[in-house]
């Protein structure tokens, strides 16, 4: 702490991350990253990328990705928006679009850096609690707000909220701005996309970190009407006009035309955590239905922190939140089938499993 410090940066937690060890010989299932590497075609437009380009600023529009995006998704070039990370796509748009006299609605379990942005832009903001089956209920968001965040499917539970439950909220809530964050759409859900196309009142984000393995890249995007795009585009300018390296820049557009790379990867996570689960569910864990890379789990019997500790003493980390209501859950990231037969037969050796 300093003397130097601003009064709201004192009062600030900020979120945490999950480890990223310094030691070798770990098998980390604790961050949610892809197991395979990226496209061959992102390694080949980044090895053949004149590095002499590097002297100069890269595109702050970064067009020939948004160009990119936008036929992917079949969308308008003004209704595509980029940022480094989704992350930052997120905090954004907290300051674009929450700062309201009336308070964000989120969920209480969920992705952790919501609140922090609540916290960092002074928005005010309400916690929904999830049913006892980890669900959002969107009966429960039926009060005055100023906009209303989820991630779909939700983190760190896995569980996924239909398109149809996502329109009726927006139809419910004309006035508010409504941000699905689907940083794990690709493995198993349905993407609202499609919602901007008919409704205003939708952002939706994405990133290239978990299904196009590209989280080292920092590469995060949001889809929507372009009167929310040109508000974001604002927010940015006024922050850093260029978020977006060149490099990153020729790997997301490589990776966004390798479909048949991307559509087999996906569906090797997919098959290895329905293995997973099983797996699971046979030495005794409770798994929540999962449409994500990862599985959100805890044992009948053993609390999250020791069964933490037990898998970190044998090389494989997980993650753990000490959060009340979730204090006995692990989430473990979908590695390869070998990482996760390594996870079930550690299990297995655990003499009260």
């Not at 999950?18 to 010989?25: D, H, I, L, R, Y």
């Not at 395979?36 to 053949?48: F, G, K, N």
């Not at 978020?243 to 087999?264: C, H, N, R, T, W």
């Not at 569910?281 to 500790?309: I, Y």
């Amino acid at each position: 702490m300093s003397k130097f410090w601003s009064p709201a940066i004192n009062q600030l937690t900020p979120y945490v991350p999950g480890e990223q060890p310094k030691v070798e010989n770990l098998i980390k299932l604790n961050t949610n990253e892809n197991p395979y590497p990226p496209s061959p075609r992102v390694e080949e437009a980044i090895h053949s990328y004149s590095i002499d380009r590097l002297r100069l600023y890269c595109d702050p529009d970064a067009t020939a990705l948004k160009q990119a995006l936008a036929d992917h998704f079949q969308l308008g070039y003004s209704n595509i928006f980029v940022g480094n990370g989704s992350d930052e796509v997120l905090a954004l748009a907290f300051m674009a679009f929450f700062r309201q006299d009336k308070p964000l609605l989120l969920p209480e379990t969920t992705y952790s850096f919501y609140d922090v942005y609540c916290h960092l832009y002074d928005i005010d903001y309400r916690q929904i609690p999830l049913n006892d089956n980890f669900e959002i209920d969107f009966a429960d968001y039926d009060q005055p707000n100023g906009g209303i965040i989820f991630a779909n499917p939700n983190a760190p539970t896995g569980r996924l909220t239909t398109l149809d439950q996502i329109e009726g909220l927006l139809q419910s809530n004309p006035d508010s701005l409504v941000i699905v964050d689907e940083a794990y759409i690709d493995f198993g859900g349905r993407s609202a996309v499609e919602l901007t196309r008919t409704y205003d009142n939708v952002l939706v984000i994405q990133t290239f970190s978990k299904s196009r393995s590209l989280a080292g890249l920092r590469i995060g995007f949001a889809l929507g009407h372009e009167d929310l795009i040109a508000g974001l585009e604002r927010v940015k300018n006024s922050f850093n006009s260029y978020p977006l390296d060149s490099i990153a820049i020729v790997g997301a557009v490589a990776a966004l035309e390798d479909d048949k790379y991307f559509q087999e990867t996906t569906q090797k996570i997919i098959d290895c955590r329905e293995w997973t689960t099983s797996q699971l569910e046979q030495l005794g864990f409770e798994v929540v239905p999962s449409k994500t890379n990862f599985v959100f789990t805890r044992h009948n019997s053993l609390s999250g922190a020791e069964l933490m500790s037990y898998l970190r003493s044998n090389n494989l980390l997980v993650r753990h939140f000490g959060k009340p209501g979730i204090e006995n859950h692990l989430r473990i990231t979908i590695g390869t089938p070998e990482e996760m037969n390594t996870l079930i037969e550690t299990l297995k050796q655990h003499s009260q499993i």
